[in-house]
């Protein structure tokens, strides 16, 4: 359709110049008139309409596939984070209340495995 649309600007400059002979105008014109029909014909065939929507449906369900997959994979990659850390609390009590400056610290546990 883009270029479609560039033959019609450059076949309505020949028309329009003053420096075009009649023979260049008549046959710009013409050209034009057979790239508006072969617009129409495009836009309006039920066929060449239906198949560009189930081009873009099913580039859409890809994509949405896709996403979805992606999504997943980061909150895998998440949960193995998470699951990877323990917490070790560390309270200490100087201050005037019994909570007073308390922080949580998150660390890496290692844990290994022992064959007997």
Known sequence: MNGLNQILKIGWSIVNSDSSTADHRLRALGLINDLYKYQMELTTNGVIVTDAIRYVQSK??????????????????????????????????KGKGRWSNTFITIMPLQFESYVL
């Open 60 to 93: 859409m369900d890809h994509l949405n596939t896709a996403e979805k997959k992606l999504l997943q994979n980061i909150k895998e990659d998440k949960d193995k984070e998470h699951d990877s850390y323990g917490v070790c609390a560390c309270l200490k009590g």
